[in-house]
C-alpha cells in the first residue's frame, strides 16, 4: 500500500498471514511498527514497574512479553495488518496487554462501550467488519450470530481470563517480531457517540496515536518518576489513548483501577503524582472529608475532562488541596486538541494549545462503513490536520 503523502510503502490491508515488511521508498531500508516504537522509545527499562494493581506490580518487560503474546495468537487466528479486532470487554489489565498486542500485531484496535447491547453491537460490527471479536464470555453466543462465517470471536472476562487469554498463554515464549506499520496506517477505530446521527468509526492512524502522546507528555511535563491513577474507562479516548499512551510514552507507571471508586482513589492518592479523571472525579473528591492540602501537597498535575468541569468544583478543589485543575478538550476524532498551561497558577494568559508536532485524526469522511472508509484511506483518500502551538496572551482563561 503506497500512503499519499508520506514517504512509506507498506503491507496494506491484504490478507495473507505473517508479517509484513514497510519499507522506506527512499532508502529501500525496512520500517519498524510506528507507534509502538514510538512509544517505547520512551519505556525506562524491563525492570521498571509499568502498572501497580494491588499487591502485584507488572514491568515494563512482563508488558512486552505479554503483549507479544497477545499479537502472536492475533496472527494465528488469522489476523493480517489492517484487520480490525473488536473488543467489547470489561477494563482489565489484560484488555491493556490485548490493545498493545493489537497495535504489534498490525491490526486495527476497535474498543466497544461495555454497556452496548447485542442489538447495539450488530450495527458496530456490520460497519467495521472485524476479523475478530473479543467479547465477554456471556454474550459470545449472540454476538457469533451476527456476524459472517469465518470470523474469531474470542473471549475475556472481567478478571481477564477466557479464550483470548488462553491463546496468549499458548504463545506466550515464542519469538514475535511487530507488524511493520507506518505512520500513516491505522492503528485504531473509534465509535463517535452519536449526537447528530448515527455514530461513525473514527480511524486514527500511527502518527495521530503517536503524536497526541509525545505532545502532551511534554506539555504536561510527564517522565519517568511520575504514577498516575489510572480509573477511566478503557473503551474511550481518555483513558486508553491519553492515560495510557502517554504513561507509555514517558516510560511512567500507573496504579490501576478497573474503575472509579472514590475511597480507593482517594486511598492511592499518596502514591500518586497525577491524576486524570472526568468532573465527577472532582466533585466526589472536594466532597471527600480526607482531601485536604496535606494529602495531594506531592502531587503535581490533576487533569479534567471529556465533559465540562464547573466553575464552582474548580474553586473548591482549589480552597481544599491548594491546586489547580488544568482542564482539556479533544475529540474522539482527533485526540486532545487544546489543553490549559501547565504551570497556570495565578496566570490569566488563554492558551490555544493545539498540541504541537500533533497530526490530528481526519474525518471520517463519506459513507459505507468504516471498512470502506479504511480502503479508501489505503488508496491515499482523505486529508489530515497538523495542529500549530498557539497563544493568545493576555484574554482571561475563563
Not at 46 to 68: E, N, P, Q
Not at 77 to 86: E, K, N, W
Amino acid at each position: 500500500m503506497f500512503c499519499a503523502g508520506s514517504r512509506f510503502l507498506g503491507a496494506g490491508s491484504g490478507h495473507a498471514p505473517g508479517n509484513r515488511v514497510a519499507t522506506d521508498k527512499d532508502t529501500g531500508e525496512a520500517m519498524g511498527n510506528w507507534l509502538f516504537d514510538g512509544l517505547r522509545a520512551g519505556f525506562a527499562g524491563d525492570d521498571a514497574v509499568f502498572i501497580h494493581h494491588g499487591d502485584a506490580r507488572i514491568t515494563y518487560g512482563d508488558m512486552l512479553a505479554r503483549s507479544a503474546a497477545h499479537a502472536a495468537a492475533l496472527v494465528a487466528l488469522g489476523v493480517a495488518p489492517g484487520d480490525r479486532v473488536a473488543v467489547h470487554v470489561e477494563k482489565s489489565v489484560e484488555n491493556l496487554m490485548l490493545y498493545l498486542g493489537t497495535v504489534r500485531a498490525g491490526a486495527v484496535y476497535l474498543p466497544l462501550n461495555v454497556a452496548y447491547t447485542i442489538a447495539e453491537l450488530d450495527y458496530f460490527l456490520g460497519d467495521a467488519e472485524p476479523k475478530v471479536i473479543v467479547c465477554q464470555p456471556e454474550e459470545a453466543d449472540a454476538i457469533a450470530a451476527l456476524v459472517p462465517p469465518g470470523t474469531a470471536v474470542t473471549t475475556m472476562d472481567a478478571a481477564g481470563r477466557g479464550s483470548m487469554a488462553e491463546a496468549a498463554d499458548a504463545a506466550t515464549g515464542a519469538a514475535f517480531a511487530d507488524v511493520v506499520r507506518g505512520p500513516a496506517d491505522l492503528a485504531a477505530i473509534l465509535y463517535t457517540s452519536g449526537t447528530t446521527g448515527r455514530s461513525k468509526g473514527a480511524m486514527l492512524t500511527h502518527d495521530n496515536l503517536l503524536s497526541n502522546a509525545l505532545a502532551l507528555k511534554d506539555l504536561w511535563r510527564f517522565d519517568a518518576t511520575d504514577v498516575l491513577i489510572h480509573a477511566l474507562p478503557v473503551f474511550h479516548t481518555h483513558g486508553l489513548f491519553v492515560a495510557t499512551d502517554v504513561v507509555l510514552a514517558a516510560g511512567a507507571a500507573m496504579i490501576f483501577h478497573e474503575r472509579f471508586d472514590v475511597e480507593r482513589l482517594v486511598a492511592d492518592l499518596p502514591r500518586a503524582t497525577s491524576l486524570m479523571g472526568v468532573p465527577t472525579f472532582y466533585s466526589r473528591l472536594v466532597a471527600h472529608p480526607k482531601v485536604d492540602a496535606a494529602l495531594v501537597d506531592h502531587m503535581r498535575l490533576f487533569v479534567s475532562g471529556s465533559a465540562p468541569l464547573s466553575a464552582e468544583t474548580h474553586r473548591e478543589f482549589r480552597a481544599r488541596t491548594d491546586k489547580e485543575i488544568l482542564e482539556r478538550y479533544g475529540m474522539t476524532e482527533t485526540g486532545m486538541i487544546t489543553s490549559n498551561p501547565y504551570d497556570a497558577r495565578g496566570c490569566r494568559a488563554r492558551w490555544a494549545l493545539r498540541c504541537r508536532g500533533s497530526r490530528c485524526g481526519s474525518r471520517s469522511g463519506r459513507g459505507g462503513g468504516a471498512a470502506a472508509r479504511q480502503r479508501r484511506r489505503s488508496r491515499g483518500e482523505g486529508a489530515e490536520c497538523l495542529c500549530r502551538l498557539l497563544a493568545q496572551p493576555g484574554k482571561d482563561s475563563r
